[in-house]
């Protein structure tokens, strides 16, 4: 039994990549081929782009894939979201659809653009965001490099914005967000029915979400007397409980838990001060609850 696996074609390729890596899936890319490898023998890859996945996946023609909430709106697909994967090409936060204008335009809000024209790749969402407003736009496809098309093009454009960055290089200003989106394992309602293969595809969520879960802690264990074991509790927030154990020299324990990686840099040194030695901060590859 194989399952079929749709992957991100571009801004989301490595990063997908690099989480499969962390979870324990090894992914090679031929530069000529749209079709990876893993040393996973269940999966068959294919990359695509995430904007026409959602259809392929309810067509059933793959079972399942990586894309965003985004395009599953856009294209109503009916699938299986199985879980939201938080991440990004850049950073872990969603990333929005926003409508923007010149920054100098005398547009204040999306009112002030009937009659005009706006420009976007999310072509048939944007349309329905209008038709809602009773606004009457002139819609069109952009095929790319959408920012840089106001004012000379187009009058606004919608756009998905991560940081803003981009919008605020081109001297863009967001009047309204559409969508807030993220990354979506989605599956084929039929094939989520197979017993093996959603089995596979549960194993593959609790892999992805247990990767994501773990970029946010770190292991932190510490040698510490036996009389310095309330104080050391007292400062030592944890994940759960920590594990305490006895090493050979006698009135010595061995303390080791999980922490917040944003606590880290605090408590380090109230460890110290509170008597323990030999502390070792290490990496944590997999959270699962």
Sequence with gaps: MKVSLGLPKGSLEKSTVELFRKAGIHIRISSRSYYPTSD???????????????????????????????????????????????????????????????????????????????????????????????????????????????????????????????????????????????????????????????????????????TLDAENYVGIKCNLEDSRLAAILKVLPALHNPTVSHLSDAGWLALETIISSTEVKHIIPRLKDAGASGIVEYPVNKIIA
């Design 40 to 210: 996973d023998p269940e999966l068959d890859l294919i990359l695509m782009r995430p904007q026409e996945m959602p259809r392929y996946v309810e067509q059933g023609i793959i079972d399942a894939g990586i894309t965003g909430y985004d395009w599953t709106v856009e294209n109503k697909a009916r699938v299986k979201q199985i879980c939201e994967l938080e991440y990004s090409k850049s950073t872990r936060q969603k990333c929005r659809w926003v409508l923007a204008v010149p920054e100098k335009s005398r547009i204040r809000k999306p009112e002030d653009l009937a009659g005009k024209r706006v420009a976007t790749e999310l072509l048939d969402t944007t349309k329905r965001y209008f038709k809602k407003k009773k606004i009457d736009v002139d819609v069109e496809f952009s095929w790319g490099a959408t920012e840089v098309k106001p004012p000379r093009l187009v009058d606004a454009i919608v756009d998905i914005t991560e940081t803003g960055s981009s919008l605020r290089a081109n001297d863009l200003r967001i009047i309204d967000t559409l969508l807030e989106t993220s990354t979506l394992l989605i599956a084929n309602k039929q094939a989520w029915e197979n017993t093996a293969k959603r089995k596979k595809l549960e194993n593959i969520r609790l892999l992805l979400q247990g």
